[in-house]
């Protein structure tokens, strides 16, 4: 008896040191994982803030290898693949030690895990904040040998989810056709995003996901786990759902091994980006509020900072980029109450001036044909108006016309034995980044403009082409396969340090539009130029899109003129502003061409959006009515600020049909204990009041009794000199701004 006691508590203890669980948690988040020395780490638990013994009692806990690697325990795919100097593709990974640090808002816990059959570590870490529900998952990979291993699958991430109907949400996109989200049921076998671009992350598919654990995708409800990887380069994001009921899903994340064999020299490592997760038990509007808010908190730079309202010339004017154009726009933005002006392309070139995409790149000196006073001048000239000046570059590239590719044609990335492919005006070409000199030079653009002037308050760094010639002349032939890795390292790092000695200016990311959308860059960045589609019907839809994980100030929306460049669509002023207004507002038109109503309402829009800017851009967004469901004739959000005493309404009514159904839409996030006083926000109609103007109303009876859309909408039927361009009942808005009493 006494020995069968001491054997039970032998095996108690056996038990108990085996089980060495690490709990890592956000205020509603945690993770599990188990550490046992010399064992494999397993996943215990991902999920709502759970014990393992709750997580246990609820079926939702687990236990599968926490990173697998080729070779041994082959229960879930393999996240890790490395060729080894002999040719051993095996690992056999256990636990070697376990760290646990804290700084700021973040707890790290990294595990790391040794191979028992080569001199090779793997560190897996887990960084969670402890003011907002996001854990980000990292994997560094360490060659402790002599020679050099190769890499051939390198995931960031792998989560296995208990769940075998799941429903994804996705964005693709390209050039003026950006973030299209689409929503699917994951069916058994391995749906993979990804992208193969080289250097442009976001086309065709961005490296984002929420996957709903319970099947369908919901605003409001539902467990939702959110994902969004911050690479630069090529990405794979893996979701393999086996048909076997013994087997998870399982989420897996990193750089996209396709092509990329990396070569990793002994004695050192790669780290690989994060995968940034959101775990929401309140469908996806609550996972993207917290992608939002982590964002502008903790990620994207000065992402708390308020932005500009600005007029950007591109579309304006294109390539006639004159002294007399640019002093127009520039008068014209600071009479409508605008706070910066934007030069676009156009602007430089000395022996080639740059009148079309055909030449110039590289050669980034003004062309005085155009600008006959420089800089400086132009400068000044805006500053004098009481505006910020603005001004448009495409540092990584080259035209094969340009000073700069007669001076350095091997600075490009081509094949030697094969003429390169060009891009953009035919001859376009993508500068070699894993050079540095190439990495100098670009370097080189930024601070020569910033130390000559250095009262440029803002860069539109544009990125035309994506790598077609995936060859670099400056890496040896050995090295080809770690050039999409290599270069975006380089890219990263050369714009670390183009933000240590300018840490002020904003810079813009713009890449033929949005094609470049990715977390990855946004610690150097203010904002993104969302897309080159100003048509504010198509621009809705991709911003519903891009808000599903980016915040509203960081997503760059201007105003178009009446009959869009792409569409041909004509859309009221108001629709467009309206439509703009939901991020950060812009403008992308001449001024000149409004008539003296449609300038007069411009003004009292800006003044107006302005007035709401703080809650639009820094405030909790709820979507209300999606554009890209049902009937599609509506669209409906929400913003809250903070303390729930302010709020904004947007309302758009896409299309007309005669006897439009009295669609309701039901407010979110205010305080139903207060009463807010609601105003019209840029009305056409300043002498013709709303219903609703002025009413102080519960925020209960908003959010559970609603509003009538067409009470808001349909009253735009007179003579208007603004209405002159009016051609349909569609594209109505209305925007209210509530104010707690
Ligand atoms: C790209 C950008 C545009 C504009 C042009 C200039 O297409 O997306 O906004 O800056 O380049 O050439």
Not at 54 to 71: N, S, T, V
Not at 187 to 210: D, V
Not at 216 to 226: K, P
Not at 469 to 480: C, E, F
Request: charged share 25%.
């Amino acid at each position: 008896m006494k020995k069968l006691l001491l054997l039970a508590i032998s095996l108690l203890t056996a038990i108990g040191s085996y089980a060495e669980n690490y709990t890592i948690s956000t205020p509603n988040n945690t993770l599990i994982i188990e550490a046992t020395k010399g064992k494999a780490a397993k996943f215990r638990y991902y999920g709502t803030t759970a014990s393992l013994e709750e997580a246990k009692a609820l079926g939702k806990a687990m236990r599968y290898d926490a990173f697998h690697a080729f070779g041994h325990h082959a229960e879930l795919p393999y996240a890790a693949l490395v060729k080894f100097p002999d040719g051993d593709n095996a690992m056999d990974l256990v636990v070697d030690g376990v760290e646990q640090s804290k700084e700021g808002h973040i707890t790290t816990l990294c595990i790391t895990l040794k191979d028992t059959l080569h001199p090779f570590r793997l560190q897996l870490c887990y960084a969670a904040y402890d003011d907002c529900d996001v854990i980000k998952f990292s994997t560094k990979y360490i060659n402790d040998g002599k020679k050099p291993v190769v890499l051939q699958r390198y995931m960031s991430a792998s989560l296995p989810v208990l769940s075998k109907d799941c429903s994804l949400l996705s964005l693709h996109g390209e050039n003026k056709n950006e973030c299209n989200e689409i929503v699917e049921p994951l069916g058994f076998g391995t749906k993979i995003l990804s992208s193969q671009e080289g250097n442009r992350t976001a086309f065709p598919t961005h490296s984002s996901f929420m996957l709903s654990l319970e099947g369908g995708m919901h605003e409001n409800s539902g467990n939702v786990i959110a994902g969004t990887l911050a690479w630069i380069g090529n990405f794979t994001i893996e979701f393999v759902n086996a048909a076997l009921p013994q087997r998870p899903t399982v989420i897996m994340a990193g750089i996209n091994p396709s092509a990329s064999d990396y070569t990793l020299d002994g004695g050192s490592s790669l780290k690989t980006p994060e995968l940034i997760l959101s775990y929401s038990n309140k469908g996806k509007g609550q996972a993207s509020r917290t992608l939002h808010y982590w964002a502008r908190h903790h990620h994207v730079l000065d992402g708390t900072k308020l932005r500009e309202v600005l007029l950007n010339s591109w579309e304006g004017v294109r390539f006639d980029t004159t002294q007399a154009n640019m002093e127009s726009m520039a008068t014209d933005i600071a009479a409508l109450g605008g706070e910066m002006f934007v030069m676009d392309d156009g602007w430089f070139g000395d022996k080639y001036p740059r009148d079309n995409d055909k030449t110039s790149l590289g050669d980034w000196v003004v062309c005085r044909k155009k600008l006959p006073e420089g800089i400086g001048a132009l400068v000044k000239m805006v500053h004098s108006k009481g505006i910020k000046f603005g001004i448009w570059i495409e540092p990584e590239m080259v035209n094969t016309k340009s000073e700069l590719y007669e001076k350095h044609p091997e600075w490009v990335l081509r094949h030697p034995a094969i003429e390169p492919q060009t891009g953009r005006g035919g001859s376009q070409l993508l500068l070699d980044m894993t050079n540095p000199k190439v990495q100098d030079f670009v370097f080189g653009v930024v601070d020569k403009l910033m130390t000559e002037h250095p009262d440029i308050d803002y860069i539109k760094w544009d990125n035309n082409m994506s790598m077609l010639d995936a060859s670099s002349q400056y890496l040896p032939m050995s090295r080809q396969s770690n050039l999409s890795v290599d270069f975006n390292l380089a890219t990263i790092a050369t714009l670390e340090r183009i933000r240590a000695a300018h840490p002020k200016v904003i810079i813009q990311l713009c890449a033929s539009g949005g094609t470049r959308l990715n977390y990855g860059f946004m610690p150097y960045f203010q904002e993104v130029w969302t897309s080159d589609m100003t048509d504010p019907l198509h621009r809705l839809k991709m911003q519903w899109g891009a808000l599903d994980f980016y915040p509203s100030n960081i997503l760059a929306a201007h105003v178009c003129s009446h009959n869009n460049k792409y569409t041909q669509r004509h859309t009221p002023l108001k629709f467009r502003f309206d439509v703009a207004s939901m991020c950060r507002l812009g403008v992308e038109m001449v001024p000149a061409t409004f008539t003296p109503a449609e300038r007069e309402y411009a003004k009292r829009a800006i003044a107006e959006y302005k007035q709401i800017r703080p809650i639009v851009q820094q405030g909790d967004l709820y979507k209300l009515i999606s554009p890209l469901e049902g009937s599609r004739e509506y669209a409906a959000l929400n913003y809250v600020n903070s303390d729930k005493s302010k709020a904004v309404v947007m309302i758009y009514r896409l299309l007309y049909t005669f006897g439009m159904p009295h669609r309701i839409v039901q407010l979110q996030g205010l305080d139903p204990e207060r009463n807010y006083r609601i105003r019209e926000v840029a009305s056409e109609f300043e002498n013709e009041k709303l219903a609703i103007e002025g009413k102080v109303i519960s925020g209960r009876l908003l959010m559970e009794e609603g509003v009538v859309i067409p009470e808001l909408t349909q009253r735009y039927k007179g003579n208007h000199p603004i209405n002159e361009l009016r051609e349909s009942n569609d594209y109505r808005s209305v925007i209210l701004e509530l104010v707690a009493e």
